[in-house]
Every structure is written in structure tokens, then in C-alpha cells.
């Protein structure tokens, strides 16, 4: 009886090693795309692609920073952020800035918010994450206009928006706060 | 009883979330849009037939007293297979639909069918019981993601039906709720005029 | 106060049964009576704070070091069908009437997605509870549950003296109240 019990088991085990091993390959492929397509679509064109991890001046975690160069010349930077304050838990988000910190665009990677509400943050759903492009967060405030900033809310889900502006700004207070050592990056 | 009844029985009669009330936790939680309630039911129809294709190949050689130990391991195993190869394959469903891929296995309707009939019959029929069931749950699925897309959002399967923002309730929480009972409700009139005529 | 928001979030904010539809099948099938339902609110929380104290250890000391997460779904729902053995066991020496009362319900709590859901829930890493704050976790979803389901079997109660249309008595109506319920629970949105 117990014997019937630890074959089944074993079976099932040794199935599912087999299945991981199969799959984690094309499971990472699927991610590295969804990231790769993310990068391309907040930064223009590049040839050279640098990686490298900081953490923020306020948060639990690091970012990853991707610098995009172009001829040896830095054209920006992918950020990707988080926040943990979206309405239902943590909203990721890749950042493209440019060497300057202006906004060139932002796009979701991941959320969890109310489908016909705060899934507005999706560039498919709606326009309203248009607003972050040409953004310049050293003269403009990331805040929602509730809170006196210059970003417009989304209608009923306001704190959505406020997380999403939450998650760009970590993006670049990081970036402001590692500037010299990204310029320098650039002369290597 | 025929095959094909045998089939055809989870889709009014025995609809496993509108009759049997089974499985409901993932009917009301994916089911935001049409859309999602097609993946789970088809997520949920391959483990169904997969885990009632093994029980009843394996049911002679397991004791009566480690049956169910055993059965839940086997549906375990085409869980977290299903879980791996959408995670690798639809990586955008595997996100929507979330924690409650793990959770097909705690679908009652997936261990009572494996106890109540894989584990009695010959594998044709368990295959047939698997995907009629399975299907009916996705008919179920579909027809209330649909419901709550088209009044919550004005959208069917992503394809704008009316400007506008639509009935939001029906897209939180409360609308699953509402959105199902008026569903039931409906199953009931049409297996009482089906009754009728037969 | 971290204990007391988790508690609060679990119960009110993302109630289990009403926000993360986990549970329904108990939540509709021994909502009858509010005796029943208090009966199988103490089962649930006794096997889901026993269940989640077992598999976050199991996840965090065994699965994560061997680099065997893929096996969480096989053995989470192992622990916790050989938990709910042991409460019926104890159930049927301690308490007959109750174990009466639960009937069906109690071998069906192996198949209650709120308990697998939350021990899932409770090794998140956006969360990244520790021990102690995972278990209060589960304490504040069992609460969560034993409220709805309470508040659920006496409204219940009452719709059984109620003229309802024909075709929409019995599971219609407890869902569109559930629904109702559901629409209330709302209200304690962005609570925490």
C-alpha cells in the first residue's frame, strides 16, 4: 500500500523533472523576449546593449538599468521599476530615459489591477500612459493632480495611477541618483 | 448510456459549474472577459481528460485505502504540467489567469470526476466523460466571461461592441457573483423546458 | 501594527471568499444554517494556519534549496490532505455531532481552494513574509472567511422566508446576495 504510494509519487515526480527540464528553456526565452520587446519599445534604435543592477534611494529591491548605446554614444536607459502601492499588489513597468532623464516612454511589464479600471496603465487598453512621454520629471512633478503634480489620474482608479507614477519616479530618482556613474559608463 | 450522452450531458444537464455547482472559484475569478474563461476551461479540460485517461488505466493497481492520495497526485503532476508549458508557450494567459492555474487542482470538479467515473469505467469512456465535462465547464466559463466583458467593458473577446465605459460592477467582484446566479437561474428555465419536451 | 494590517487587509480589504474568490464551494454548500457554518469556519482555520506553518517550511528549507519549486503544487496539496485526515480523525473522537453536521463537507475541505490558494499566496515573494508573518496571514484569510460565511448563513436564513421567483430559488439567490455582499466588502477598499 505504502509502496503503490511512493511509486505513484516517484512516477509524478520524475514526470514533472522531465517536463521542467523541457520547458524551462523556452520559459526563459519567453521572458528574456518580453523584456527585450519592453527595452525596444521605451528606447529608439541601438546597436549595444549594457546591463547592470542599482538599488534606489527608497525601495525593497534593485533595478535593472539597461544602457542602450548607438555607435559607441549613450542614447538612454531602460529602467525597470516597481511599486508595491498599486491597488492590488505590485505593478512592474520598464522606464525609457533619456541622458538627460526626460521620459521618452513607459510601458507595463506586470499588474495585477482591476480589468476596465487601473488596467488603463496598459498601452493597449488606453492612451492615458501617453501622457509620461516627453515628460520632464526636474521640471514637472510625478504626481497625480490630486496631489498637486501634473499627471492626470485615471477616472476611478486613482490609485493606480498614483502607483504608476510611484514606479516612474523610482525609476528616476535612481537614475538622477547614479548619473555621474551612468555618463561615465559612456567613455569607456 | 451512448457515447454521445455521455458527452453531451456536461454542457445543460449536468453543466459542472451551473447545475453541479462545481469548480465556481476559478468560474468567478478569471472570468473578466471571455477570453480567460476559454483558457481556463481548456486548461482546465486537458488535466480532466489527461487525469481521467491515468486513473483509469492505473485504477486496478491501486488500493481502495491509498486511492485518493494517489489520484490526487496524478492530477497534481498534469496541474503543474499544464502550468509549465503555458508559462512557456502563452505566457500573457499564464499571467492573467495567475494563482488559479495552481489551483485546477483543487477543482472539485476535476477529482470528483476522476472518482466518481474514471475510476468505474474503461478509459473510452473516461476520455469521453473528460472532455464532455470539461468542455461544458468552458462553455460555462466562456458564456459568463462574456456576459460580464459585454456589460462590464462593451467588449467581446476584445472587439469593441459600444463606445463607453459599460456596466463597471460587472467586471469587479460583485458582477461574477450576480453575473452567475442570473446564469443558473437561466440554465434552470431551459433544463425545465428541455425536460418538458423530452 | 505590521500583524494588525496584514490581519486587517486579509479580512476586509482582499477578503478571500469575496475579492479573491477562493473558497466557494463551502462558502455556497454549508452556508445554510450559521451553526454548520461557524462548525466549518474552526475546521478551516485550525487546517489553514496548520497547513500554511508546514508548507512555508517545506517551500523555504527543502524546495528552494534542492531547486525543485515545480513540486510546490504536488506537495502543498499532499500536506494538505494528510491535515484534513487528521482533523477528521480528532473531529469524529471529539465531536459526533459535528462531524455529522459537516457531513460531506469535511474530506471535501482537501479540495478547498481556499486553503491550497493561501498557502500559495503565503510564499509570494512580492509579499516576502516571514514565518510569523505568513501564519498571521493565514489567521487574518480564516478570519476572513469565517466572517463572510457567517454573515452569509444568516442572511441565508432569512431568504428561506422570502417569496423568490421560481427559477430563482435556491443557488441563484445566494449568489446575487453574495454578489450584494460582495458590492458592501467594497467599501473597505484601499483600507490599508
Redesign the interface.
Known sequence: MVLTLIIVAAAASFTLATVYNLTKEPIERSREAARQEAIGMVLPAFDRLVSKKLMPPSGSDSLEFNLAFDNGNLIGVAVSTYTGMGYSGVIRAMVGLTPDGEIIDVVHLEHAETPGLGDKIEKGKSDWSDQFRGFDPSEQALRVRQDGGDIDAITAATITARAYCDAIERAYLTFEANKQEIINKEEE | MGQLQNFSKGFIRENPVLVL??G???A??VT??AFNGLGMGLATTFVLVSSNIVVSL?KN???A??R???F???I??F???T???M???L?ALF?SL??FI??I????LV?GRAEAFASKNDTFSAIIDGLGMGLGFAFALTLLGGLREIL??GEFFGLSLFPG??M??F????????????L???N??VKKKLDKTA | MEYIIIIIGAVFVNNIVLAQFLGICPYLGVSAKVPTSVGMSGAVMFVMTLATLVTFLIFNYILVPLNIEYLQTISYILVVASLVQMVEIILKKVSPALYQALGIFLPLIVTNCAILGVTILAVREDYGFNLLEAVVFAIGNALGFALTIIIFAGIREHLDLVDVPKGMRGAPAALVVAGILALAFMGFANLV
Open positions: 455547482l462545481l465556481l472559484c476559478p468567478l475569478g473578466t472577459s492505473i493497481l491501486i488500493p485505502k491509498v485518493i492520495p494517489s490526487i497526485v496524478v497534481a503532476s496541474v503543474t504540467i502550468q509549465l508549458v508559462e512557456a508557450y505566457p499571467d495567475g494563482l495552481p489551483l487542482v483543487v477543482n472539485c477529482m462590464g467593458a465605459d459599460g463597471l460592477v467586471v469587479l467582484a460583485p458582477g461574477a457573483f450576480i453575473g452567475l446566479g442570473y443558473v437561474a437561466l434552470n428555465i
